[in-house]
T-cell receptor
C-alpha cells in the first residue's frame, strides 16, 4: 500500500544551522510523483517542489535542496543556513499515477522551529 | 489574482448541527479536494471531485457531504453524523488529475462547542 513516513515529528535548530527533513515513501507504482509542501503558522500549504519517479537528479533552489534516492525510497529536504522564517510544518507527499488516481498522500509532517 | 478562497476562517458549531464550509477557486482547475488536518495526523482526504457534477469519497468521508454544481465551487458540509468534527479543513485544487502540485486555500478551523 502507498505510504509516506516522516519520522521526525519536531526539529529545533538555531539560526544558520543546516537541517535535513527526512521522507520515506512506499509505492508499487513505477510512475509516481513526490512533493514537499510548507505550512507556515497562517495555515495555507505552500508548494515547494514536485519530482517524478524517473528523475533522480537532485535539485537546489537557493537555500533549499532535495535528495531523491529510489534505492532507499527517500526524498529528503535540506535547508542550508536556516532562518527564523523557515519555521513551519513541512509535509512530504506522494501521488501514484495509477493506483490513487493522482490523489496526494501526505506524511504526518515535521514541525521545524528555527530559533534566533 | 487567481487562487482559492475558503470561508469562514473560523467556525463554531453546536453539537447536532450541520455546517457548510465554502471553497471557491478562480484558477479554472478541474479537480478539487477537501482535506482534514488534525494535530500529529497530517492531512487526510475527505472528498475529491475531478469534474463538475461528480465527486468521490476519500479516506474519511463518513459524516461529510459535498456538491460540485459549478467548476469554481466545492462546498463541504459537516453533518451531525461526524462524531469528532473539530479540526482544520483545507480545500485544494489542481489543473488535472495527474498533479502538477495542488493549490491550497488558507483553511477553515471548525470547533464544536
Amino acid at each position: 500500500a502507498q505510504k509516506v513516513t516522516q519520522a521526525q515529528t519536531e526539529i529545533s535548530v538555531v539560526e544558520k544551522e543546516d537541517v535535513t527533513l527526512d521522507c520515506v515513501y512506499e509505492t508499487r507504482d513505477t510512475t509516481y510523483y513526490l512533493f514537499w509542501y510548507k505550512q507556515p503558522p497562517s495555515g495555507e500549504l505552500v508548494f515547494l517542489i514536485r519530482r517524478n519517479s524517473f528523475d533522480e537528479q537532485n535539485e537546489i533552489s537557493g537555500r533549499y535542496s532535495w535528495n531523491f534516492q529510489k534505492s532507499t525510497s527517500s526524498f529528503n529536504f535540506t535547508i542550508t543556513a536556516s532562518q527564523v522564517v523557515d519555521s513551519a510544518v513541512y509535509f512530504c507527499a506522494l501521488s501514484e499515477a495509477q493506483r490513487s488516481q493522482g490523489n496526494l498522500i501526505f506524511g504526518k509532517g515535521t514541525k521545524l522551529s528555527v530559533k534566533p | 489574482d487567481g487562487g482559492i478562497t475558503q470561508s469562514p476562517k473560523y467556525l463554531f458549531r453546536k453539537e447536532g448541527q450541520n455546517v457548510t464550509l465554502s471553497c471557491e477557486q478562480n484558477l479554472n482547475h478541474d479537480a478539487m479536494y477537501w482535506y482534514r488536518q488534525d494535530p500529529g495526523q497530517g492531512l487526510r482526504l475527505i472528498y475529491y471531485s475531478q469534474i463538475v457534477n461528480d465527486f468521490q469519497k476519500g479516506d474519511i468521508a463518513e459524516g461529510y457531504s459535498v456538491s460540485r454544481e459549478k467548476k469554481e465551487s466545492f462546498p463541504l458540509t459537516v453533518t451531525s453524523a461526524q462524531k469528532n468534527p473539530t479540526a482544520f479543513y483545507l480545500c485544494a485544487s489542481s489543473i488535472e488529475t495527474v498533479p502538477y502540485g495542488y493549490t491550497f486555500g488558507s483553511g477553515t478551523r471548525l470547533t464544536v462547542v
